[in-house]
């Protein structure tokens, strides 16, 4: 019984985290096969203090790139790190089961960022305000640090950070005679510009819009990481400033005219219904869409596509508006860790310090430090598409709802975005929405 539950936990909540992660990886992205040889779920990792080593929970996609940055961290200093990989879910499944019963197994906790309000609140994570300054913290972007907290307390800093782009097919939109004007921070384009766009080169490639061809597609349709960035983008916010308001907040009429112009993409043919998450970048690799909002980590995977890309756009009327979506992988420590310095020590190696950089370089992530961002937007030879990805994550970038509801929170309002995408009146969606979401609420405020 007790397996049973926990699966259906790590299910709930598979289910309810975004996938917004950089460097190609997602909270919902397939990953390599854990590696367990040292552990397994069932039997947990080595034991508080054994050896004076501290234990490392983390995603087994990063494996590559991460352990020669742990390595050169354990020749450093000496302290050993005994790092255990796992597939995301039993990742899920540690936390949610060993962490929650108050088990020492595990000194630092990969946490993927819109849950670290949740584990704070509920009592997973230790505070790390005495272990960063001022100055340390003011040294992350602000969306970040924010991320990373629950009521004005640290507890998780920022290992890297993930941010959008406009994507288009070149070869598409010549094919139409369609050219897509010159964009920049400074004039960026329009929502309604890209729309318009799209449907110019629709009615010449197909007419009849029985090809298959999509007009403009969201890498991760439906899901609340992405979909959150058009309402932000018209200067409304995710959640209340205690974390748990919605009412007035997600209903507002800024929410419902975002979300009527997402709807009408699909009513006008603009878009596409029944597309996933999941096959929205395999469709434009195959040349099957012409505009596509997604991640930095869509450079990992273009492969026949001449491909373009701007930044994300604007809102007519709304360009000094623009939210764009942010967040990835911070790190904790185990409230029941007997090891807190030198599981801060290792933390703060690899979220402002020497790993830091070594791990951003291996991963080609998107960094969260402002000294790192800063220099990808003053190197001239930097990749443009992470020249893009610096300055939105420095100046648009707008964190998911910070709230221990999280996971309920994004379950449904996944599930109102989809609804809207299939044409459920877009008021009606959203104040359902803020219903249930208040009801899940209660629970917290008891």
């Known amino acids: ?144 640090l924010t991320a990373g907290s629950w009521q004005d307390t640290l507890y998780a800093p920022p290992m890297n950070n993930s941010s959008q782009l ?27 510009e890209v729309e318009e766009y799209a449907k110019a080169a629709l009615d010449v ?67 596409l219904r029944g597309y996933t998450a999941d096959e929205c970048s395999p469709n434009f690799n195959a040349g099957k869409t012409l505009f596509m909002i997604g991640g930095t980590y869509t450079l990992n995977s273009i492969q026949d596509v001449n491909f373009g890309f701007a930044h994300v756009p604007a809102f007519k009327g709304y360009e000094d508006k623009v939210g764009t979506p942010t967040g990835s992988w911070h790190f904790g420590i185990n409230k029941a860790s007997t090891q807190y310095d030198k599981a801060a020590d290792f933390i703060k190696y690899l979220t402002i310090g020497e790993g830091n950089d070594l791990w951003i370089e291996a991963n080609n992530d998107v960094p969260t430090t402002l000294r790192a961002i800063e220099a990808i937007g003053n190197d001239p030879n930097a990749d443009p598409v992470f020249k893009i990805a610096a300055y939105e994550a420095l100046k648009t970038a707008v964190p998911r709802a910070v709230t221990p509801g999280y996971s309920e929170y994004s379950s449904i309002l996944d599930a109102a975005f989809e609804d809207i995408r299939n044409g459920v009146e877009v008021k009606e969606a959203l104040d359902s929405a803020v219903k249930q979401i208040d009801t899940a609420f209660e629970k917290y405020k008891s």
């Open 166 to 192: 406009l994507w288009y097919n070149i070869d598409l939109l010549a094919e139409a005679g369609v050219t897509v004007r010159e964009s920049s921070a400074e004039n960026r384009l329009t929502y309604e």
């Open 1 to 144: 019984m007790k397996k049973l539950i926990s699966c259906m936990l790590v299910f709930l909540l598979t289910a309810a985290i975004l996938a917004g992660c950089g460097s190609g990886g997602s909270s919902s992205s397939a990953a390599p096969p854990a590696n367990t040889s040292d552990s397994s779920v069932a039997d947990g990792g080595a034991e508080a203090g054994d050896d004076g080593a501290i234990t490392f929970l983390a995603i087994n996609w990063w494996e590559s790139g991460a352990q020669p940055v742990i390595d050169k961290y354990i020749a450093d200093t000496g302290i050993e790190v005994k790092t255990e990989y796992y597939s995301f879910n039993d990742l899920l499944e540690i936390i949610e089961v060993k962490i929650a019963s108050g088990s020492s197994d595990y000194d630092v906790i990969s946490v993927d960022v819109p849950m670290v309000a949740a584990y704070a609140n509920r009592g997973y994570l230790a505070s790390m305000d005495e272990y960063f300054t001022a100055e340390e913290k003011a040294g992350w972007l602000p969306s970040a």
């Open 205 to 271: 490639i197909d007419p009849d819009r029985n090809k298959g061809y999509c007009g403009i597609a969201f890498q991760q349709v439906s899901r609340t990481y992405q979909m959150c960035d058009m309402p932000n983008s018209k200067g409304e916010k995710n959640i209340g400033s205690d974390g748990f308001t919605v009412d007035g907040v997600i209903n507002t009429d800024g929410w419902v005219k975002a979300m009527t112009w997402y709807q009408n993409l699909y009513n006008n043919g603009t878009a």
